[in-house]
């Protein structure tokens, strides 16, 4: 069992019991570990508290993870604001999963910050605003914001208080964030936490056929355009990225959460060990960025954008326009890895 601090378990004990309206919230795009944590806690949280409960996330929930129990009761701030906002503002207690600061939840970082809610941070994630929040149960060497999420409630409620629904939540989590243990899962506890999930008769076949088994049409012949199309192989200096703009995304109807894992095959190419994701949105690009080398991206991404993540995954946003962006990425790629 990992050991977390005694006093600050008892204070989120006491948080949740004794608050009246509590707000979950996860970053935009939200990926398997940003739903799989925010689920698993709203039924661990409600199964110990009266309050009334709202889970929230900035942008649209994906189709993908529609099997999660919860999934249908998320408040979207694209389609409802006014309620999001509100949610946070009157909140007693604000528990933030799976993100390090404000900025990742866009629109709804000025009510973040401005709420007078006691705000409790679950997150696997480099540089935590400590200023922010008030609470933090923050460790990077975790896997996945679902293993600190295991670890967390069964230290707290043991073991007994994370039943199967809630395991099915955290297990996918703990899936996407390591592509099914194929990555960031060094540490022995992560299969620790997964074989203690799986106990619970969560069909692991089942959730691997729901996550990697859901392309659509569109979507595959997408992945063959830009395999085909938008892969630019640096292999001088063994790296590879791909660039989508808005046309291109509206050619094949895709949305954020279809190009999820996609920046993940530059990294299938034996010569290859830094990939990037370049995707145009109407006033940023947003980027993806992955290593399986020596190199640390989310260094890179941090002195490039003020992006951050982890060493061998990170992400970042950029205000150059798509072209610009791709310019840079490839010049200062290029310096730091023949620097390297």
């Given at each position: 069992?990992i050991?977390?601090?005694k006093?600050?378990?008892a204070?989120f004990?006491?948080l949740?019991?004794?608050s009246?309206?509590i707000?979950?919230?996860?970053h935009?795009?939200?990926?398997?570990?940003?739903?799989?944590?925010?689920?698993?806690?709203k039924?661990v949280v409600?199964?110990?508290s009266?309050?009334?409960?709202?889970?929230l996330?900035?942008s649209?929930?994906?189709?993908v993870f529609?099997?999660?129990?919860?999934?249908?009761?998320?408040?979207?701030?694209?389609?409802?604001?006014e309620?999001c906002t509100?949610?946070?503002?009157e909140?007693?207690?604000?528990?933030?999963?799976?993100?390090?600061?404000?900025?990742?939840?866009?629109?709804?970082a000025?009510a973040?910050?401005?709420?007078?809610a006691?705000?409790?941070?679950?997150?696997?994630h480099h540089?935590?605003?400590?200023?922010l929040?008030?609470?933090?149960?923050?460790?990077?060497?975790?896997?996945?914001?679902?293993e600190?999420?295991?670890w967390?409630?069964a230290?707290?409620?043991g073991?007994?208080?994370?039943?199967?629904?809630?395991?099915?939540?955290?297990?996918?989590?703990i899936?996407?964030?390591?592509g099914?243990?194929a990555y960031s899962?060094?540490?022995?506890?992560v299969?620790e936490?997964?074989?203690?999930?799986?106990?619970?008769?969560?069909?692991?076949?089942g959730i691997?056929?729901?996550?990697?088994?859901?392309?659509?049409i569109e979507?595959?012949?997408?992945?063959?355009?830009?395999?085909?199309?938008?892969?630019v192989?640096?292999?001088d200096?063994?790296a590879?990225?791909?660039?989508?703009?808005?046309?291109?995304?509206?050619r094949f109807?895709?949305?954020p959460q279809?190009?999820?894992?996609?920046?993940?095959?530059?990294?299938?190419?034996?010569?290859?060990?830094v990939?990037v994701l370049?995707?145009?949105?109407p006033?940023r690009?947003?980027?993806s960025f992955?290593a399986?080398g020596?190199?640390?991206?989310?260094t890179?991404?941090?002195?490039?954008?003020?992006g951050?993540g982890h060493?061998?995954?990170?992400?970042?946003?950029?205000?150059?326009?798509?072209?610009?962006?791709?310019?840079?990425?490839?010049?200062?790629?290029?310096?730091?890895?023949?620097?390297?």
């Open positions: 069992m050991e977390f601090d006093k600050d378990i204070v004990r006491s949740i019991e004794g009246h309206s707000a979950l919230i996860s935009t795009n939200a990926d398997g570990d940003a739903m799989g944590s925010m689920l698993g806690t039924r409600e199964a110990h009266k309050a009334k409960i709202t889970m996330l900035p649209p929930r994906p189709d529609a099997y999660l129990p919860g999934y249908g009761d998320i408040v979207v701030d694209s389609d409802n604001h309620g509100k949610a946070l503002m909140a007693d207690l604000i528990i933030a999963v799976d993100l390090n600061n404000a900025t990742r939840v866009d629109n709804l000025q973040l910050v401005e709420s007078q006691h705000k409790v941070l679950i997150d696997h540089s935590p605003d400590r200023n929040f008030h609470l933090l149960f923050s460790i990077p060497e975790f896997s996945s914001t679902c600190l999420a295991y967390l409630f230290q707290m409620y073991e007994e208080a994370i039943d199967r629904e809630t395991a099915r939540c955290l297990y996918s989590g899936c996407t964030d390591t099914f243990f899962c060094e540490s022995p506890t299969y936490a997964a074989g203690r999930l799986v106990v619970k008769d969560i069909d692991p076949a691997h056929d729901e996550i990697s088994n859901c392309f659509s979507r595959m012949r997408f992945y063959g355009f830009a395999l085909s199309e938008r892969l192989i640096m292999d200096i063994k590879a990225y791909f660039h989508f703009s808005l046309d291109d995304q509206k109807g895709v949305e279809d190009m999820e894992g996609l920046v993940n095959y530059t990294l299938m190419m034996k010569e290859i060990e990939g370049m995707r145009e949105e006033t690009v947003k980027l992955r399986k020596d190199f640390d991206v989310s890179f991404a941090n002195k490039l954008f003020g951050g060493t061998k995954a990170a992400g970042a946003n950029s205000t150059l326009g798509l072209e610009a962006t791709v310019e840079l990425v490839e010049q200062k790629l290029r310096e730091a890895l023949e620097k390297q």
